[in-house]
C-alpha cells in the first residue's frame, strides 16, 4: 500500500483520470472530494462490501432450479414457434391476392 502525506486542498491523481482532493479536515475526520469519470464506480468501503455480500449472496443461492426439458417437450415448443411464425403471415384477400404485393398497374 502507498501512504502518501497531504495538506488541505492538495490532490493525489490516480491513474491520470482520478483526482482525490483534501477537502476539509475537522478532528479525526477528513473529507475528501473525489473527480472520477462515470465510468469508474466510487464507494465507501462498507458499502463496496455490501454490493461484494449481496452480489455473491444473488451468484451463490440455488432457489427455483428450472427443470430440464425433456426431448420430445424441446421439439413441441420448436413446434410451437413455427405455428406462432405462420400466425404472423398476411392472410391473402379474396381473389388469392397477397396484402404485401405492390399494384403495379397503373390507370
Known sequence: MLILSRKLNESIVIDGRIIVKVMRVEGEVVKLGIAAPADVP??????????????????????????????????????????????????????????NQINTKLV
Open 42 to 99: 466510487v464507494h465507501r468501503q462498507e458499502v463496496y462490501d455490501e454490493i461484494r455480500r449481496s452480489n455473491h449472496e444473488a451468484v451463490t443461492q440455488r432457489t427455483g432450479l428450472v427443470p430440464r426439458l425433456s426431448p420430445n417437450r424441446a421439439l413441441q415448443g420448436t413446434q410451437l414457434n413455427k405455428d406462432r411464425w405462420q400466425d404472423r403471415q398476411p392472410q391473402r384477400d379474396r381473389e388469392g391476392r397477397n396484402p
